[in-house]
């Protein structure tokens, strides 16, 4: 019974084997029929670079995109295959060892479900490995002792390889979905950012960026689309042209979120008003605004974007309706166009306007400026006391309809502070109060 069951299963493994060759013999045919198509936007390799110098394992990365249901995926060098993957990207550790020095070249073809072959761009690599040059001497046997004309070689060469390092990392916010990653290498390489929400112990994060296209020893990417206010975790990764990888230990940043402060409506008329406020990132500013109240933020007037780009804004409302009660947001655009919108707020214009007193030469007298939209008669309540209500202990009225007032307030007490309002009336009767001013006399 035993031997029989040990039978069957030599039986099912010998079959897998059968079947896997017969797969791979399959794949290679199509691989090497003329349904291909040259697409480096599908297929495309990644690393090593075109152009570079390689020496000892040198890990060659495939990327496939946009191909439906990618079955296969097979790399090339010089023409001959070399790796099979069955997944959509693949790396594979080309011993260099095996070619001789000099120029070879790395393609690779993938297919689709339908059969499709899609082909990458071809590398060219320059293979430069160490000849060994542990030798003894050149044409002496071990019984000749050298002459003049013979040639000594030294018996060992010492040699310095430099590993891959990575410093001076750091990562600045500009935006509040965007955090800009920087490092250096000591030898040139490219390099990629794998990031995400969670910390991770080995190294596998949700969120990828591209690998760096070229060499260098600097190097700077982008982390785009992050949630404002949250903790991310992250490692650099980098390659160099042998294939060396190196990667730092995991670190950390919190991405910044969009802060309005130092919010002020000034220059209030009753056809316009000046909407000031601060930014702690760098963005460009837009005002959306109408007469009636938005949840939405759907209103029926906007201004320009402007100019600049900054922390420190300011946008002039024009054309208003007096005595107008208006809503209005602030639209914050940062450098790589993304918007953040604020609350809703709101002011008042009025009909009263560019309110000021001026003191005259005598220590009891103060007159009072300022100018309506329309013609309108007035009347100043005012008195020693603040008042909330508008209740004072004076006043003086102007029944001459007039858009540019100037009113003065005589017998005065000396040395003391007064507080005043405007009561303007229009000609149908209309009637509006400013808010409270205040003067002293000397």
């Known amino acids: 019974m035993r031997i029989r069951t040990f039978v069957l299963f030599l039986f099912f493994v010998l079959i897998s084997i059968i079947g896997y060759l017969l797969f791979k013999q399959e794949v290679l045919q199509k691989f090497n029929s003329n349904n291909e198509v040259d697409n480096t936007s599908s297929v495309f390799i990644s690393s090593p670079v075109d152009g570079a110098v390689v020496s000892g394992f040198v890990s060659v990365s495939v990327e496939v995109k946009n191909i439906q249901n990618a079955k296969a995926l097979v790399i090339f060098i010089d023409g001959s295959k070399k790796a099979t993957c069955l997944i959509e990207n693949c790396v594979y550790k080309l011993k260099t060892q095996e070619l001789v020095n000099g120029k070879h070249s790395i393609s690779a073809k993938a297919e689709d479900s339908n059969g499709k072959i899609f082909k990458s761009q071809s590398v060219a690599i320059v293979v430069k490995n160490e000849v060994d040059k542990n030798q003894n001497i050149t044409n002496v046997s071990s019984n000749t002792k050298p002459t003049s004309n013979t040639v000594i070689k030294n018996s060992t060469t010492s040699t310095t390889s430099v590993s891959l390092k990575i410093s001076s990392i750091s990562a600045k916010n500009l935006a509040s979905s965007v955090e800009t990653v920087t490092w250096k290498t000591n030898i040139p390489s490219q390099g990629k950012i794998v990031y995400g929400l969670v910390s991770s112990s080995n190294g596998i994060y949700d969120l990828s960026t591209k690998m760096e296209t070229s060499l260098s020893l600097d190097h700077s990417l982008d982390l785009v689309d992050l949630v404002p206010g949250k903790k991310y975790f992250y490692k650099v990764i980098s390659t160099d042209a042998k294939g060396e990888e190196a990667s730092s230990a995991e670190l950390s940043?919190?991405?910044?979120?969009?802060?309005?402060?130092?919010?002020?409506?000034?220059?209030?008329?009753?056809?316009?008003?000046?909407?000031?406020w601060t930014t702690n990132l760098k963005t460009q500013g837009q005002i959306i605004y109408g007469a009636i109240s938005s949840n939405s933020g759907v209103y029926d007037f906007s201004t320009n974007v402007s100019d600049n780009i900054g922390t420190l804004h300011s946008i002039d409302l024009t054309r208003l309706l007096y005595n107008t009660k208006y809503y209005y947001r602030i639209v914050s655009i940062d450098s790589l166009g993304h918007k953040d919108i604020s609350p809703e707020y709101n002011f008042t214009t009025s009909l009263i306007y560019n309110v000021s007193s001026q003191k005259n030469f005598s220590n009891t007298q103060i007159s009072i400026l300022w100018n309506t939209s329309l013609p309108t008669k007035s009347e100043i309540k005012y008195g020693t006391q603040s008042s909330s209500s508008g209740t004072y202990s004076f006043s003086a009225s102007d029944f001459i309809y007039v858009s540019s007032h100037n009113f003065t307030l005589a017998n005065l007490l000396a040395n003391t502070k007064y507080y005043y309002r405007i009561i303007s009336t229009d000609e149908n009767g209309k009637k509006t109060t400013s808010s409270e001013y205040s003067f002293s006399t000397e």
Do not use: D
Not at 262 to 275: C, D, M, P, R
């Open 253 to 276: 940043f919190t991405s910044s979120s969009l802060k309005i402060s130092s919010l002020k409506v000034e220059n209030i008329s009753s056809i316009g008003a000046t909407v000031s």
